[in-house]
């Protein structure tokens, strides 16, 4: 006999605005116990010691998941010069001191050579396997690391304040694997000065933004009211960018079976029109209900994902 899922059939996302101090894991758990959700995961690791936007998937929305991963990030962080540490944050051991200051015109000036596609060195404190082991737990360790260099794309970089001569903040738009804590440390040296991250936002993940995040408390309130699905947003939410085509009540049950259905030409022209690059996925749905996730192939579509929502 197989065993049941504990928890309720509760599907959509939460925009979560994460706490300080707080996992990633943690956050998750924390909302799967509010909804007392049967299955939830995340769209993007956040620090704990970073805040801000962290998508939390629910029941058939975790599915959509894996589209999230090449969605554009938006962070907002603050440098804090004359020191750098081991972890480029406030928690690592200072390794160097400084008494250079870049001003808002140097660090503005510095900012175009790292905007672009560009070679970028994960920070040693970092998730990546060496051998097998996080490289945190390595550094953590004593032992050196060489992390390799990897192509990561930054679309845009500005200087938002500088509250004083020790400190400037800086917004990124990027694209997925950047490391903030590796731009931190390579502005510095590019300044010829020391700094460490020490405050570190994040603003936006694809479709999900500050805009229509929620914290704990507030879902703490919405579910003691019997409220909880004000917190949610819809399945299809992370894939705003995705073409999406309109099926009958047939042809959504042979989907939901597994089975292609056959398209009109002037469906295929139009869908054609909005796929972008090799792209071939669309999102089906019958009325509002999102049915599959589907390749276009040779004027039909084949389901790849189906999902269980009424």
Same mark, same amino acid.
């Given at each position: 006999?197989s065993?049941r899922?504990?928890?309720?059939?509760?599907?959509?996302w939460v925009?979560?605005d994460?706490p300080?101090?707080?996992g990633? +894991?943690?956050?998750?758990?924390a909302?799967?116990?509010l909804?007392d959700?049967n299955?939830?995961?995340?769209?993007?690791t956040?620090?704990p010691l970073a805040s801000?936007?962290?998508?939390? &998937?629910?029941?058939?929305?975790?599915?959509t998941?894996?589209f999230?991963?090449e969605?554009?990030?938006?962070?907002?962080f603050?440098?804090e010069?004359g020191?750098?540490?081991?972890s480029?944050?406030r928690?690592?051991?200072?390794?160097?001191?400084?008494?250079?200051?870049?001003?808002v015109a140097?660090v503005?000036?510095?900012?175009?050579?790292?905007?672009g596609r560009?070679?970028?060195? *994960?920070?040693?404190?970092?998730?990546i396997?060496?051998?097998?082991?996080r490289?945190y737990?390595? &550094?953590?360790e004593?032992?050196?690391v060489?992390l390799?260099? $990897? *192509?990561?794309?930054?679309?845009s970089?500005?200087?938002? #304040?500088?509250?004083?001569?020790d400190?400037?903040?800086?917004?990124i738009?990027?694209?997925k694997?950047v490391y903030? $804590?590796?731009?931190?440390?390579?502005l510095?040296?590019?300044?010829?000065?020391e700094?460490?991250?020490?405050?570190?936002?994040?603003?936006?993940?694809?479709p999900f933004?500050?805009?229509?995040?929620? +914290?704990?408390d507030?879902l703490?309130?919405?579910?003691?009211?019997g409220?909880? #699905?004000?917190?949610?947003? *819809?399945v299809?939410? &992370?894939?705003d960018?995705?073409?999406?085509?309109?099926?009958?009540?047939?042809?959504?049950?042979?989907?939901?079976?597994?089975?292609?259905i056959?398209?009109?030409p002037?469906?295929?022209? +139009?869908? +054609?029109?909005q796929?972008?690059?090799? &792209?071939?996925?669309?999102?089906v749905?019958?009325?509002?209900?999102?049915?599959a996730?589907g390749?276009?192939?040779?004027?039909?579509i084949?389901?790849?994902?189906?999902?269980?929502?009424?």
């Amino acid at each position: 006999m197989s065993r049941r899922k504990r928890g309720q059939p509760v599907h959509g996302w939460v925009c979560l605005d994460k706490p300080l101090g707080m996992g990633s +894991t943690q956050a998750v758990s924390a909302v799967r116990r509010l909804f007392d959700a049967n299955k939830a995961g995340h769209a993007g690791t956040l620090d704990p010691l970073a805040s801000g936007i962290l998508p939390i &998937a629910l029941g058939e929305a975790t599915k959509t998941v894996p589209f999230m991963m090449e969605a554009r990030k938006v962070y907002r962080f603050e440098i804090e010069w004359g020191v750098s540490t081991d972890s480029v944050d406030r928690e690592g051991a200072v390794i160097a001191r400084s008494d250079a200051r870049p001003t808002v015109a140097h660090v503005a000036a510095a900012l175009p050579a790292f905007v672009g596609r560009i070679e970028q060195v *994960p920070p040693a404190f970092s998730a990546i396997k060496v051998d097998g082991q996080r490289a945190y737990d390595l &550094a953590r360790e004593g032992v050196e690391v060489e992390l390799k260099a $990897r *192509p990561v794309v930054i679309h845009s970089a500005t200087v938002v #304040s500088a509250r004083d001569a020790d400190h400037v903040e800086i917004r990124i738009e990027t694209g997925k694997g950047v490391y903030v $804590r590796s731009l931190a440390r390579d502005l510095a040296a590019a300044l010829g000065a020391e700094g460490h991250v020490s405050l570190l936002r994040r603003e936006r993940v694809g479709p999900f933004s500050l805009e229509n995040a929620v +914290t704990l408390d507030s879902l703490e309130q919405m579910v003691h009211r019997g409220a909880a #699905s004000e917190g949610l947003l *819809p399945v299809a939410t &992370a894939l705003d960018d995705i073409p999406e085509l309109a099926v009958t009540d047939q042809d959504a049950f042979s989907l939901r079976q597994g089975r292609p259905i056959a398209l009109l030409p002037g469906q295929v022209e +139009t869908l +054609t029109g909005q796929l972008q690059g090799d &792209a071939r996925t669309v999102s089906v749905f019958s009325g509002q209900t999102l049915v599959a996730l589907g390749q276009l192939r040779a004027g039909r579509i084949e389901p790849d994902r189906v999902f269980n929502l009424s």
